[in-house]
């Protein structure tokens, strides 16, 4: 009897439902095994054979599930490094000192943003608009509501200090701040929020604003320039003051006192203790002169010593822009050792010239609406010499620069005017090859737009917009840090 094929075997119908025998079927299905053998042979290597192949398919699988362990294990810690080095160069990134470096990086680029023509153009228009706000708003409440121009004083007086002392502190102007016209913004503090019913307090506060705080608008030549930011603080320490104890004294706020008396005609029956109001403007102007004096040559006197950038009222009146009485001094043989002395005297004298006008004004409104008139008069009059004496012919040099661009195809800086002419001009070759650039104080908008005709270069070349020297000097002289 002839034992049956292994393929007989495996392709039998009861071993086609069984997956080992498929397999055995797959790998042996060519295998001819000798007729001879007999069955139990037969079926014994079958038995092996299957049992053999089995085991290797499981081995194969283990080995393949080991290596997909394996390989997700490398990979989880491959990513669990990677992530590590990813974390630990994020924490360096955000290091102190890199995190220093970045925002005086970032600064540098947004102070050179702001520097640009754009910006600075859209700064100067906002600027303009909301000085004219302003000033509308408070002629308004001066003719409207006078009893309530404290309240809008006050209201402005915080934000332009603060933006004051920022921009003073980043050229290093910020002791200006110290100045008596700043004290006396807190002597009229004090007297809204401390000691309102004190009468001889407000007169006392009167005869200070309205006598140096007035007066340094004509000495140190305030303008109304609605642009320009700085302008308008100067002329607001200066001159809202005295607008404000004007509408308190003669238009009285309830809670106010001004008079021994206070009732309905107080504004017209209030009489001033000259002994008394003049003895504590004194003795207050003395303490202020003082603590001056004590803050700047005493506490922080190394500090100006060492550092000759940083400007006081002292050290501009004697250096900078030498005051002429110092300047008569110095030429009779003064040295530098008695500036302040002699500022200081010619201070206290100033002071008390000025006092003297508010003595009398104080008991008429009429010769008090005058003199805050002719004022007024005064600082609108520096501000159109400004517009039309200086920003109208700066503004006819940098359109030559500009049309000289458009003319020669070659880049035009748009000139930032400083106080200062450039420290090294360029050569008079140089000169005709590219204009030069006025820098002045304050920045003005480029023309928007620029002559493209035949005729350009035949303009540049007649034309001759130079700025004049007086108006050079004089745009020094008044944008100066006032110092009362």
Not at 133 to 151: A, G, K, R
Not at 200 to 224: D, K, Y
Not at 233 to 262: A, K, M, Q
Not at 306 to 314: E, F, G, N, P, W
Request: aromatic share 12%; net charge neutral.
């Amino acid at each position: 009897m002839d034992s049956p094929s292994l393929n007989n075997s495996i392709d039998s119908p009861s071993m086609r439902d069984n997956w080992e025998e498929k397999i055995i079927a797959d790998l042996y299905g060519e295998i001819e095994f000798d007729a001879n053998e007999d069955e139990n042979g037969n079926t014994l290597l079958q038995t092996f054979a299957k049992r053999e192949v089995i085991k290797e398919l499981l081995r194969e699988q283990v080995k393949v599930v080991q290596n997909l362990k394996k390989a997700a294990s490398n990979t989880f810690v491959n990513q669990r490094e990677v992530m590590r080095k990813s974390f630990d160069a994020q924490r360096k990134k955000i290091s102190r000192d890199n995190i220093k470096r970045i925002l005086t990086a970032k600064k540098k680029q947004m102070e050179t943003k702001m520097q640009t023509p754009p910006f600075l153009r859209t700064q100067d228009k906002v600027a303009f608009t909301l000085g004219l706000i302003v000033l509308l708003i408070s002629e308004f409440v001066l003719l409207i509501y006078p009893q309530f121009m404290w309240m809008w004083y006050t209201f402005l007086l915080v934000p332009l200090l603060l933006a004051r002392y920022y921009v003073y502190s980043k050229s290093k102007f910020h002791y200006f701040m110290l100045d008596f016209c700043y004290f006396a913004q807190v002597m009229l503090l004090v007297y809204f929020f401390a000691v309102p019913h004190n009468h001889i307090w407000f007169q006392v506060v009167f005869c200070a604003t309205n006598g140096p705080l007035l007066a340094g608008v004509v000495m140190w030549r305030n303008s109304l320039v609605f642009h320009d930011l700085d302008k308008l603080t100067s002329v607001f320490i200066h001159l809202y003051p005295p607008l404000v104890t004007f509408c308190l004294r003669w238009f009285p706020s309830e809670g106010f006192h001004i008079c021994d008396d206070p009732g309905p005609q107080c504004p017209n029956n209030c009489s001033l203790n000259y002994f008394i109001v003049i003895s504590l403007i004194m003795v207050i102007y003395l303490l202020w002169q003082f603590m001056y004096l004590f803050k700047t040559e005493i506490v922080d006197g190394r500090k100006l010593r060492s550092d000759k950038q940083i400007m006081t009222s002292a050290r501009w009146m004697s250096e900078v822009r030498p005051h002429p009485i110092w300047k008569y001094f110095k030429k009779r043989g003064a040295k530098e050792n008695h500036a302040i002395p002699v500022l200081v005297g010619v201070q206290l004298l100033y002071t008390i010239a000025t006092v003297i006008p508010t003595l009398i004004v104080f008991n008429s409104f009429t010769l008090h609406v005058i003199y805050l008139s002719l004022v007024s008069l005064i600082c609108i009059w520096n501000g159109a010499n400004f517009y039309f004496d200086i920003f109208s012919e700066t503004y006819t040099k940098r359109l030559k620069v500009e049309l000289a661009g458009a003319v020669n195809s070659t880049p035009v800086t748009t000139p930032v005017m400083s106080s200062s002419p450039p420290p090294n001009p360029p050569s008079p070759s140089v000169q005709k090859k590219e204009p030069s650039v006025i820098k002045e104080i304050f920045v003005r908008d480029p023309p928007v737009e620029i002559i493209h005709d035949s005729d350009s270069k035949k303009i540049i070349e007649d034309s001759n917009f130079e700025l004049p020297q007086e108006s050079a000097s004089e745009e020094i002289e008044e944008n100066h840090p006032h110092a009362e």
